[in-house]
């Protein structure tokens, strides 16, 4: 519960800030510039390869977990950096959740959860489809049980783009194998394949599906997928001199294994810090 309560104070304020800025007067001679600047920011920070360092944390509530039917909290900080060596656009991403996870019928465990870290290999001018491929590791740094693998894992992972006028629509896929850590815990054989679809309009606000389905190997037939259907909306805006975005979607998980939650209620809020040069 206070997870959701600081999670809505915080939709809140960003709800507030982004109105205020779209009431600005229509007169102004900058709203002009300002949109062109806020659409360019926008498709830029949904481009996974750009040159934009982001600093995202996503709050994802999903309802109706495990057998007693409780709601399972996963903050996640995914900071992106971007490098560029040579022709190459060299782009690390890490997840970090931070876990609340329903025990039993009222208890609870909160903390860290597994660290996964990706870097990609990308072509610094790509053409009409951007790409780029590379390694994918996760680390057993979960604080508890519940909240982790128990397991190192890698394999690869790859990314595809396009940004056709005021789309930015693409796909992520990764596969991971485990091959080190506790003994007695289920290894690791999954897939994560997250699709994103942008439609952007204006004063930087866009409409938005980007779920991540899931696949897990090692589970039986009827416990293997879970895959989410749903979306939203987006939002690119500046408070002071500081660009932001932020994102509110709802899934509905039309496959998913026994126990799992049907509904996940996501608000992600990012950090978007420009190099001085736009990402393709």
């Known amino acids: 519960m206070k997870c959701f309560m600081s999670t809505l104070f915080c939709a ?3 709800a507030r800030t982004v109105f205020a800025q779209d009431a600005a007067p229509a ?13 360019d920011l926008a498709k830029q920070s949904q481009n996974p390869l750009s040159s934009l360092i ?8 999903n309802f109706n ?3 007693d039917n409780r709601t399972q909290y996963v903050g996640t ?6 490098v560029t060596v040579g022709n190459w656009n060299l782009v690390s991403r890490a997840i970090l959740p931070l876990i609340n996870q ?3 019928s009222s208890d609870e465990e909160f903390g860290l959860g597994d660290l996964n870290y990706s870097l990609f290999f990308s072509p610094a001018d790509p053409g009409k489809w951007i790409w780029g491929v590379g390694p ?6 979960a604080t508890d049980d519940v909240l982790g693998s128990g397991k190192f894992s ?19 896929v990764s596969q991971q194998w485990s091959f080190a850590g506790e003994g007695g815990r289920e290894d690791v054989n999954s897939m994560a394949f997250q699709y994103f679809v942008n439609y952007n309009l204006k004063k930087g606000w866009s409409i938005k599906s980007t779920p991540t389905i899931l696949a897990n190997w090692e589970a039986s037939s009827s416990d293997t997928w879970t895959v989410p259907f749903g979306g939203g909306v987006g939002k690119v805006f500046k408070i002071k001199k500081q660009p932001f975005s932020a994102a509110l979607q709802l899934f509905y998980n039309v496959e998913r294994p026994d126990d799992a939650a049907d509904w996940d209620l996501q608000f992600t809020l990012t950090a978007l810090f420009p190099k001085g040069k736009k990402g393709k």
């Open 102 to 104: 329903p025990v039993g």
């Open 54 to 61: 982001s600093v995202p944390y996503a709050s994802d509530f």
């Open 27 to 39: 007169g102004d001679a900058s709203g002009a510039a300002g949109d062109s600047d806020h659409s």
């Open 77 to 82: 900080f995914k900071p992106v950096y971007p």
């Open 136 to 141: 994918t590791v996760t680390l057993p740094t």
């Open 154 to 172: 890698a394999g690869p992972t790859a990314i595809a783009l396009s940004m056709p006028g005021q789309w930015v629509i693409g796909g992520l």
């Open 65 to 67: 977990s495990g057998p």
């Open 12 to 14: 809140v304020l960003v």
